[in-house]
């Protein structure tokens, strides 16, 4: 059975720093896109960065770009959100996503989802 579990989230004040850690376990992790996603109060689940299974292809959303990067280590089966310069918008439960899907068409509203992480909560404060 395909399980994702988040790890790394907590409370840190504007401008600081977390890193995010999804462990896959149950297919093979090589061939799959990885996305996180956040969910923040009273908001819609939405991408904010993406990975193709290459590896190479990676997508963000606007307002993350430049901030977060994601990463991944096929050895240990895990994906990284690197989140740097955070603000208060930030805030909010971050989900791992395994993608049947182009990151492109996760961007555009096209997701299909093989498998969610249970998510974890990140909180920055001003």
């Known amino acids: 059975q395909v399980q994702l579990v988040e790890s790394g989230g907590g409370a840190v004040q504007t401008g600081g720093s977390l890193r995010l850690s999804c462990t896959f376990s149950?297919?093979?992790?090589?061939?799959?896109?990885m996305g996180w996603f956040r969910q923040a109060p009273g908001k819609e689940r939405e991408v904010v960065a993406c990975?193709?299974?290459?590896?190479?292809?990676?997508q963000y959303e606007g307002s993350t770009k430049g901030r977060f990067t994601i990463s991944r280590d096929d050895v240990k089966n895990t994906v990284y959100l690197q989140m740097n310069s955070l603000k208060p918008d930030d805030t909010g439960m971050y989900y791992c996503a395994a993608l049947s899907t182009a990151c492109s068409e996760t961007f555009s509203g096209t997701t299909s989802v093989d498998a969610w992480g249970k998510g974890i909560q990140v909180t920055i404060s001003s």
């Open positions: 990975m193709e299974w290459t590896g190479i292809f990676t």
């Open positions: 149950g297919l093979a992790f090589n061939i799959l896109n």
